[in-house]
């Protein structure tokens, strides 16, 4: 047998099946222990913004424009499994400042790593044609199938990272952006601060672009844009926590990890949008449409957990007499949520996550 035909065996037979099931394991394993993960996962940022403070207080750091996680492959292959910490001006990596510090990924990456020992003892049966290190890249090529957990990790426990002192008391450029990725190379924005607010009329323009422009990663938080007439953009990651929205339309949007909480939605129209790990905690939302909206997961290929990790959550939201007809949102999180009068489809009675109570609070319709 050829290299390039064991190479392929061994990928088909061992290597696909293996990463399946250890992807479904890290599932499993996020979802159980999320909760455990973002208070380790805010302590460290809480040691990096310590670090932070001291260089700044010694004059070693000007303000902070961005704070970067990124993926150390080597440390998979050394055993340490971590991700360097690092914070730069709002110059990135033109003006480099070392301020660094390590996230422990143990509990993400170890599982590559054992990934790249089974994979170490089954080429020992092609003879000699497979090579360790042709393993190792193997593993490693598919990185991102681990880095994704962490990521959403990232978002989920960013709300509580701004929330600690550590973080108000350092110095920000005007623009703060916390990302997630490979070391100086592609990374994902989990988080933007926007030091100066942008006034009413600015935000309206940006929310009133045409149909399919992209508004991602952008800043609506704390704002007062009652009946905002929104319409099938793609705002995937952006924050409105805070804000007042009532009476508006966000219609065919992308909505993708989006931030709502304790925003103001009495009455605003989401349909046909897609909310794959939107968060809508301690909303009102009363009287809001959610009809044709998709909050399962849309990822291309069973590997690929993001959007829809995270799921779309209503805990605590004000639901009354919201209309959830023809939605897919089964997976949504309602706890605590006031589900009085809300309209649903009886054919979907079984398919949500509700309380006794919320079940009877329901009105139950026939198509």
Not at 69 to 76: C, E, G, I, N, P
Not at 154 to 168: G, S
Not at 323 to 344: E, I, K, P, T
């Amino acid at each position: 047998m050829k290299k390039e035909e064991a190479l392929q065996h061994l990928h088909d037979d061992t290597f696909r099946p293996a990463l399946a099931e250890t992807v479904a394991a890290l599932e499993r394993y996020f979802q159980q222990n999320k909760d455990q993960l973002v208070r380790e996962f805010v302590e460290s940022f809480r040691q990096m913004l310590l670090h932070i403070e001291f260089m700044q207080n010694n004059k070693e750091l000007p303000p902070v424009g961005f704070i970067h996680y990124s993926l150390l492959r080597t440390t998979v292959l050394d055993g340490t499994h971590t991700f360097l910490m690092e914070a730069y001006t709002e110059q990135w990596y033109w003006e480099p400042v070392e301020c660094y510090a390590r996230y422990d990924a143990a509990w993400a990456l170890r599982e590559a790593s054992k990934l790249i020992s089974l994979l170490d003892e089954r080429r020992k049966m092609y003879m000699g044609t497979i090579h360790a290190a042709d393993v190792e890249f193997m593993v490693l090529k598919e990185m991102e199938l681990f880095c994704q957990f962490v990521t959403a990790l990232a978002r989920v426990a960013i709300p509580e990272v701004i929330k600690l002192p550590e973080y108000q008391q350092i110095r920000k450029a005007d623009r703060l952006h916390i990302r997630v990725g490979e070391f100086k190379d592609i990374s994902e924005v989990v988080y933007v601060e926007e030091r100066i607010k942008r006034d009413e009329k600015e935000s309206r323009s940006l929310l009133g672009q045409p149909k399919g422009t992209f508004c991602t990663h952008e800043t609506f938080a704390h704002m007062d844009l009652p009946r905002s007439n929104v319409d099938a953009l793609d705002l995937r990651y952006c924050d409105f926590s805070g804000s007042n929205f009532t009476d508006s339309q966000f219609r065919e949007c992308v909505l993708f990890g989006t931030r709502w909480v304790k925003s103001k939605l009495q009455r605003t129209d989401f349909s046909h949008s897609l909310l794959c790990d939107a968060d809508f905690r301690h909303a009102d939302l009363s009287g809001a449409i959610f009809s044709y909206v998709e909050g399962q997961g849309v990822s291309a290929d069973e590997l690929h957990r993001v959007p829809g990790l995270l799921g779309v959550q209503f805990a605590y939201a004000d639901l009354e007499g919201a209309d959830f007809r023809h939605s897919r949102l089964y997976h949504a999180n309602f706890h605590g949520a006031n589900m009085r009068n809300a309209v649903f489809f009886e054919k979907d009675r079984e398919r949500f996550a509700l309380s006794e109570t919320q079940m009877q609070q329901i009105e139950w319709k026939t198509e």
